[in-house]
């Protein structure tokens, strides 16, 4: 438990954590990821050069900072970090190795003047009270998947029973258990945990679960990207027949019970999530509106699925858009998705709920829209990796 004296401290490094937050998080994971390479399989290393990782660590730093005395403020996030940790098996002997890296980061960068001895006792006492609470939680789920029916702890091997090609970047893998038996349910929307071994190397991702959960297999979609070293090997060494082990499926971004209409827009492979929405909501049979954004019909996955889908169930409208029509492509809405498009797509009652998932800069038009077109923030709903303001910019 803090004292009085340690929370004041902590709140007195905020305006420090808002103005070099980021380069704290950067200097830590410099620290940890040279020194303690078992680590390193737990941190996806595009994103460390991109910067999103230290951003979004900055972000959650900056936040249990500001909420010190007040930790149920805090809201989604620790949800939001426990289900991160969990799909990639983050374990209690991790949580010392980060918090001596966070503290000697502290340090280093503040400075001894203003990390004094003090504040880095401070900060040592509130990272251990971090630690109990998600320590506390994670254990939770583990133990709540291991009891499960279908479920299991750790890793578990499964077998890549198909391979389908859905465009010209995405291909699907269907991977049941190699032990024969059930599997873990799961919520729309939520991601499955991979760990593979590359060229001797363990690396660890999450990828989306782009099918309702069936008991028999679990399917993910993945997009190959540029330079990804995991996507590209997917695609192109995991063949059918081989193995790989899976964590249990987490996440927070789960589609919610509802009666209002739904509106489900993706763009690029920010569809996958969206698919296994789909396929529950319709169920429901509530007023669906599917808008999906490509570059064109070449990248664009799942329209004949999405078709066969709006054939059968009226209650469901789709909506493309493509910002790089090819010659073929006229029968498509042209360009980018604008509030004048989303107004008319969506239901003319604006009493609905909004799921939106793709790129950051789309996301952050479509946030942008949905508020212009009076669509309440607490009904939309996105999952973004960094800190939630970017988005606001």
Same mark, same amino acid.
């Given at each position: 438990m803090l004292s009085a004296a340690q929370t004041a401290l902590i709140k007195a490094t905020v305006p420090l954590l808002e103005s070099g937050g980021e380069a704290l998080t950067t200097?830590?994971?410099?620290?940890m990821l040279s020194e303690y390479p078992e680590v390193r399989p737990l941190f996806n290393q595009a994103h460390q050069a991109s910067g999103a990782q230290s951003r979004a660590l900055a972000n959650a730093v900056l936040m249990y900072a500001k909420h010190i005395a007040r930790l149920e403020a805090l809201g989604p996030l620790v949800g939001q970090i426990v289900s991160k940790h969990v799909s990639l098996q983050i374990l209690p002997e991790h949580y010392p190795i980060v918090g001596g890296c966070l503290l000697r980061a502290i340090r280093e960068v503040l400075g001894a003047e203003v990390a *004094?001895? #003090? /504040?880095? +006792?401070?900060?040592? %006492?509130?990272?251990?009270? $971090?630690?109990?609470?998600?320590? @506390?939680? #994670? #254990?939770?789920?583990? %133990? +709540?998947?291991? &009891?499960?029916d279908g479920g299991w702890r750790g890793a578990r091997q499964f077998r890549v029973a198909r391979k389908v090609v859905e465009s010209e970047e995405i291909t699907s =893998?269907?991977?049941?258990?190699? +032990? @024969?038996?059930?599997l873990l349910s799961f919520e729309p929307g939520q991601y499955i945990g991979l760990r593979l071994e590359l060229d001797g190397e363990e690396v660890r991702r999450n990828y989306s679960l782009s099918a309702a959960a069936n008991q028999? #297999?679990?399917?993910? &979609? /993945?997009?190959?990207?540029?330079?990804?070293?995991? &996507?590209? =090997?997917l695609h192109d060494r995991l063949a059918e027949g081989d193995t790989l082990d899976l964590f249990p499926p987490a996440g927070a971004f789960v589609l919610r019970p509802s009666d209002k209409p739904l509106a489900l827009i993706t763009a690029g492979v920010g569809i996958t999530p969206a698919l296994a929405m789909l396929e529950q909501a319709l169920d429901s049979g509530r007023e669906i509106h599917f808008i999906h954004c490509a570059r064109h019909s070449g990248a664009h996955a799942f329209r004949d699925w999405l078709e066969t889908k709006v054939a059968a169930h009226p209650q469901l409208k789709r909506f493309y858009c493509y910002s790089e029509?090819?010659?073929?492509?006229?029968? /498509?809405? &042209? @360009?980018?998705? *604008?509030?004048? $498009? $989303?107004?008319?797509?969506l239901p003319a009652q604006r009493d609905l709920d909004a799921y939106f998932l793709g790129p950051k800069p789309f996301m952050t038009q479509v946030k942008r829209h949905l508020s212009g077109l009076g669509i309440p923030d607490a009904q939309c709903h996105y999952e973004f990796f960094g800190p939630a303001a970017e988005l606001e910019a």
């Open positions: 200097h830590f994971y410099k620290i *004094t001895d #003090e /504040v880095i +006792d401070a900060w040592a %006492a509130a990272y251990q009270q $971090l630690a109990g609470l998600l320590i @506390g939680a #994670e #254990e939770q789920v583990y %133990a +709540d998947n291991a &009891s499960a =893998f269907y991977m049941v258990p190699v +032990d @024969g038996g059930t028999r #297999e679990y399917r993910i &979609s /993945v997009k190959r990207e540029v330079g990804g070293r995991v &996507s590209n =090997f029509p090819r010659a073929e492509d006229h029968h /498509v809405t &042209s @360009g980018i998705l *604008t509030p004048q $498009l $989303l107004d008319q797509w």
